[in-house]
């Protein structure tokens, strides 16, 4: 049985919904059967997760017809070709209108996952069973949900809240190291971007986070959660300030576009497009060189990439870049810093800010 429930709120009128925090509440059927309101179940996983926590959830659903679909794992398979197997699985079966889809697992899973139940039959419900700190603390919530081209990241897709999201921290024991230290960059981010100091409360507990006490992982999650939450309530389809939320990302996503999804963790793209942000800052006078080496090391403390990489060239970034979804009027939106918890939406910057930027970390 699951310990005490740590919640955070979205609230969006009829769309609004609950986070659920805790060690143990996965397998927890008083956490899903008030919100399936049919007695179909399509729960969408991988092959890592499925041996992991699969069973244990179904635990979790007496009386349901659960059917599942079992997918690679691995950012390269969060396709438009991905998601029609779903959707030919669903419609063999058949599925009809009242079935509930539960995503189990992490990034890949909950964005693929929330993109089908959008589509099947223009909409069904979905509960984020997140798996990843990355997802726990991050793309679980909000809504965004979709599938990426070859030429770009997430370009096709849909803005679809979930009827609830449900993290079990306990999840997190399994998670590679590399994986959690990917997370952690969407923790950092939220400090960075409107929350000095969660960024302090950060540098000083980062040793315990690392080695995943319990209590600084329920901390980490529920304060970046309310973080987004806040930004979300107030611009669900981010057409204002839920971009700042994207502090990293149009480095990051073009670092993931160049490499073809493989060789670099989302988080770890994430991470480094921040430290580039940060650079490009401070190239142009809004943020301080010593901010910049406290971003720089804390981002290393939490065993991300900050040294300049070979993987890439200034001109393939670049190129990246100009394809990603913040361009407007053929110039790259940057979100930039004016101060460590100060991120601001940015159009009017220095071309050649840019550039030396690029150089400097893209050296392949």
């Not at 969060?78 to 419609?91: Q, S, Y």
């Not at 599938?147 to 024991?173: C, E, W």
């Not at 987004?228 to 576009?257: M, P, W, Y």
């Not at 004016?338 to 840019?354: E, R």
Request: hydrophobic content about 40%; glycine content about 8%.
């Amino acid at each position: 049985m699951n310990q005490e429930v740590t919640t955070a709120q979205i609230n969006l009128e009829n769309r609004s919904y609950e986070i659920r925090i805790a060690h143990g509440i996965l397998g927890d059927q008083r956490e899903f059967l008030d919100w399936i309101t049919g007695d179909q179940v399509m729960v969408i996983t991988n092959n890592v997760v499925q041996s992991l926590y699969l069973d244990q959830l179904k635990q979790a659903l007496p009386g349901k017809h659960v059917e599942e679909v079992i997918l690679p794992d691995g950012e390269q398979f969060k396709t438009l070709k991905t998601a029609g197997e779903v959707f030919d699985k669903m419609l063999a079966v058949p599925l009809d209108r009242q079935v509930t889809v539960l995503a189990l697992g992490g990034g890949v899973i909950g964005d693929l996952s929330g993109f089908v139940a959008a589509c099947y039959q223009r909409g069904v419900g979905f509960i984020q069973i997140p798996t990843t700190l990355l997802s726990q603390v991050d793309s679980s919530v909000g809504g965004k949900t979709g599938v990426n081209h070859s030429s770009a990241k997430n370009m096709i897709g849909a803005f679809y809240q979930p009827l609830r999201v449900i993290a079990d921290l306990s999840t997190l024991r399994t998670l590679e190291p590399r994986q959690f230290s990917s997370g952690m960059a969407e923790v950092i981010k939220y400090g960075l971007v409107n929350d000095p100091a969660f960024f302090e409360w950060l540098e000083q507990n980062i040793d315990s986070v690392m080695q995943h006490d319990r209590a600084s992982l329920t901390e980490i999650i529920r304060r970046s959660c309310l973080n987004k939450a806040r930004l979300v309530e107030q611009d669900e389809r981010e057409s204002g300030v839920r971009a700042l939320l994207n502090l990293g990302h149009t480095f990051g996503h073009a670092i993931e576009t160049v490499t073809a999804y493989g060789p670099w963790l989302h988080g770890e793209a994430v991470g480094l497009g921040m430290l580039m942000a940060a650079r490009m800052s401070t190239l142009q006078g809004w943020l301080k060189d010593s901010e910049f080496l406290r971003i720089q090391s804390l981002l290393e403390k939490a065993r991300l990439p900050v040294n300049p990489s070979k993987d890439f060239r200034p001109e393939e970034l670049r190129e990246a870049m100009n394809r990603d979804k913040k361009v407007l009027a053929g110039k790259i939106r940057l979100i930039l810093m004016q101060g460590i918890g100060h991120a601001w939406i940015c159009q009017d910057y220095d071309p050649k800010a840019l550039q030396q930027t690029l150089e400097e970390f893209a050296i392949g």
